[in-house]
T-cell receptor
Framework: ETGVTQSPTHLIKTRGQQVTLRCSSQ?????VSWYQQALGQGPQFIFQ???????GRGNFPPRFSGLQFPNYSSELNVNALELDDSALYLC????????????FGPGTRLTVT | QKEVEQNSGPLSVPEGAIASLNCTYS??????FFWYRQYSGKSPELIMS????GDKEDGRFTAQLNKASQYVSLLIRDSQPSDSATYLC????????????FGTGTRLQVTL
C-alpha cells in the first residue's frame, strides 16, 4: 500500500509570487484535504476535494485554490504570496465523502521572503 | 466557532511512567475524535481514533472519550523516550466537508 506523498519537500518563494504544491493520495483513497500548519499551531483546514470537486472550504482567501485529478492526486495553488503564508502545508487523504480517518503526507515547508 | 483546547505543555514524565494527555472540545455534535503524534519537523501521524464513549486500547495507548463532559484523553503506558513528541487532538466536523479541527498540541517529554 502506497502512502500519501507530497512535492516538493521545501520551497522558498518571494512575496507576490505564485506557488503550486502537489499531493498523491494513498492508494484506495478518493478524498484529499489540505491543511496549513504555522509554527507552534495545529493544522488549519484549507479545503477538501472529493471525486474532483471542492467539497468544502475553510477560512482562507480565494488566492488559495486547488484541483483534484481523475487519479485523485491534488494540487494546492497559492497566488500573490504573503509573508504569513510561510508554513508547513499538509495534504491528507481519506476514503469517501465523509471519510473519518485522514492520513497525512510528509508536508511541504514553504518559506516566503 | 468550534474549538479544541489542549494544554501546550511541556508535559514531562519519567521513562516507564504513564503519560496522560487531555483535550476538550466545544461542539456537542462532534462524533469522531483522533489523536495524532507529530515529531519535530515531521507531519502528524494518526495513532488513535475513538467514536463512542468509553475506553479504546491499542498497545500502550488508551484513548478515553466522555461526550457528556466533551472531553477526550490519551494515556500512554510505559512511556519511552521515543514517545517524546507533540500530541495533537483533533475533532472531525462533518458538514459539506469532513474537516479536522485541531488543538495546538501538547508537547510530551519522556526523561531517562
Amino acid at each position: 500500500e502506497t502512502g500519501v506523498t507530497q512535492s516538493p519537500t521545501h520551497l522558498i518563494k518571494t512575496r507576490g509570487q505564485q506557488v503550486t504544491l502537489r499531493c498523491s493520495s494513498q492508494s484506495g483513497h478518493n478524498t484529499v484535504s489540505w491543511y496549513q500548519q504555522a509554527l507552534g499551531q495545529g493544522p488549519q483546514f484549507i479545503f477538501q476535494y472529493y471525486r474532483e470537486e471542492e467539497n468544502g472550504r475553510g477560512n482562507f482567501p480565494p488566492r488559495f485554490s486547488g484541483l483534484q485529478f481523475p487519479n485523485y492526486s491534488s494540487e494546492l495553488n497559492v497566488n500573490a504570496l504573503e509573508l504569513d503564508d510561510s508554513a508547513l502545508y499538509l495534504c491528507a487523504s481519506s476514503y469517501g465523502r465523509g471519510g473519518r480517518e485522514q492520513y497525512f503526507g510528509p508536508g511541504t515547508r514553504l518559506t516566503v521572503t | 466557532q468550534k474549538e479544541v483546547e489542549q494544554n501546550s505543555g511541556p508535559l514531562s514524565v519519567p521513562e516507564g511512567a504513564i503519560a496522560s494527555l487531555n483535550c476538550t472540545y466545544s461542539d456537542r455534535v462532534s462524533q469522531s475524535f483522533f489523536w495524532y503524534r507529530q515529531y519535530s519537523g515531521k507531519s502528524p501521524e494518526l495513532i488513535m481514533s475513538i467514536y463512542s464513549n468509553g475506553d479504546k486500547e491499542d498497545g500502550r495507548f488508551t484513548a478515553q472519550l466522555n461526550k457528556a463532559s466533551q472531553y477526550v484523553s490519551l494515556l500512554i503506558r510505559d512511556s519511552q523516550p521515543s514517545d517524546s513528541a507533540t500530541y495533537l487532538c483533533a475533532v472531525l466536523y462533518t458538514g459539506t466537508a469532513s474537516k479536522l479541527t485541531f488543538g495546538t498540541g501538547t508537547r510530551l517529554q519522556v526523561t531517562l
